[in-house]
């Protein structure tokens, strides 16, 4: 039995993506703790390496930052993939395991990769644009990554495919990307109010470099967390907007109930993150 596809009000929306995390909040939470825990691990190699003022100690720098930047890429692109497979594996009431969404996302995470690149570089030149033309695109091809996943689209069917799901309901993915910072704000906000006590307890019998370090760590540790525990909502909540729009558009709640009562596929361009 599917789960029942009709289409939502935003409320409903945001309350369906909201039970999705919270029914499977240890698989979401470990999928992003596992996708970036690389990148933590670097960034605190990083803070770590000794503060030479050589060229050597300059070039070791930069050198980490050129294979920091495309790993936090990787990082994003990968946890967000996975993410979005348990989520069609639950809208098929699949079971699935961490192990599961990685192993499916090995045949993907390539094509997801450059998607993201290519986002992240045409929304940037919009934002330098005078911001607004960012933001529309950001709204616009909020679903690419979705599409990407679910479809085997290339990138450029990827754009188009968002812009198209995307139409006339922006103002929900704006809303949605609205709930996500602000949720990203408390919590940082919270833990972060909750560690700078600590820090300032603790800063009071140490030195200043070593409270420095102390404080360093602490927004490592702090950006971890924070990305594990609520990035996962941004993306349930697009996938959950994604099967939304394909419902209103292409009568997706149609070709399901036929795929399963037939037994086969259950549903064109369905089949790549529940095969």
């Known amino acids: ?14 309350d369906r993506a909201f039970h999705l995390y919270r029914s499977r909040f240890g698989l979401f939470v470990g999928i992003a703790a596992l996708a970036y825990l690389p990148a933590f691990v670097m960034q605190t190699v990083i803070l770590w390496l000794p503060k030479a003022t050589s060229v050597a100690a300059g070039v070791t720098a930069v050198l980490g930052l050129l294979v920091l930047l495309p790993l936090r890429y990787l990082a994003v692109a990968g946890a967000a993939a996975a993410t979005i497979i348990v989520v069609s594996a639950t809208y098929v009431e699949q079971p699935i395991t961490v192990c599961d969404a990685y192993r499916r996302l090995s ?5 997801v990769f450059v998607v993201m690149v290519v986002l992240a570089i045409g929304i940037s030149v919009g934002l330098v644009l005078l911001i ?3 933001i529309v695109l950001t709204l616009m091809w909020a679903l690419a990554i979705p599409v990407a996943v679910l479809e085997d689209a290339e990138v450029a069917e990827c754009l188009s495919r968002s812009r198209y799901l995307t139409a006339g309901h922006r103002w929900r993915v704006f809303a949605i990307f609205f709930l996500y910072f602000a949720l990203l704000f408390a919590l940082e906000l919270g833990i972060g109010g909750v560690a700078g006590v600590f820090i300032a307890v603790k800063g009071t019998h140490v030195t200043a470099t070593a409270a420095s370090a102390l404080f360093s760590v602490a927004v490592l540790i702090i950006g971890f967390l924070v990305a594990c525990l ?3 909502v941004l993306t349930i909540a697009l996938s959950v907007m994604y099967y939304d729009e394909r419902v209103r558009k292409e009568a997706f ?19 790549a993150a529940t095969a």
């Open 1 to 14: 039995m599917v789960t029942l596809l009709r289409p939502l009000s935003l409320g409903e929306l945001l």
């Open 253 to 271: 709640d149609i070709h399901m109930m036929i795929g399963a009562l037939s037994g086969g596929p259950s549903a064109p361009g369905s089949t």
């Open 132 to 134: 607004i033309p960012g």
């Open 230 to 232: 609520v990035t996962p």
């Open 107 to 111: 045949a993907m995470l390539v094509r």
